[in-house]
């Protein structure tokens, strides 16, 4: 975990809750139980779809970084319950038009950061119709 902020604007950083790029179901697990966290950085983390089960428990989280990660169409499943913002995917492979169903399910998005380069027009056009209140970029 890169960074973690709380609905009092509190930094988590040099908590146990930053462990460099290994993450585990443990580590996501224990984020899970502070119900205040409002940001979470996963960028270049092997975090895995399974372990964003547990952000559902996070009824403050508003900004989440999952740039340059492994996540596919069914990590993001996990995410379409939760209260998410803004989102950062760019850079994750396997992100692209199989997740737009998805995506244009999270309705709470007021932005959204994808490597356009993995979509198609169509799926881009799909995305910002479901999301007319989301910067998509």
């Known amino acids: 975990v ?16 930053f462990i460099g790029s290994s993450v585990s179901v443990t580590d996501v697990g224990l984020i899970a139980q502070l119900p205040s966290i409002q940001n979470v950085d996963f960028d270049d983390t092997d975090i895995t779809d399974n372990d964003l089960l547990h952000l559902k428990r996070l009824p403050r989280l508003r900004v989440l970084f999952l740039n340059s990660t492994s996540i596919s169409k069914v990590g993001l499943e996990h995410l379409v319950a939760t209260p998410v ?18 995506l244009s399910r999270m309705q709470s998005l007021k932005e959204l950061y994808i490597s356009k380069r993995n979509f198609s027009p169509a799926g881009i056009q799909q995305l910002n119709a479901a999301l007319p209140n989301c910067k998509i970029d």
């Open 2 to 17: 890169k960074r973690l902020v709380d609905a009092y604007g509190r930094d988590f950083v040099g908590t146990p809750f």
């Open 85 to 102: 913002e803004i989102l950062h995917l760019q850079h994750c492979p396997r992100i692209d038009d199989q997740c737009v169903s998805v």
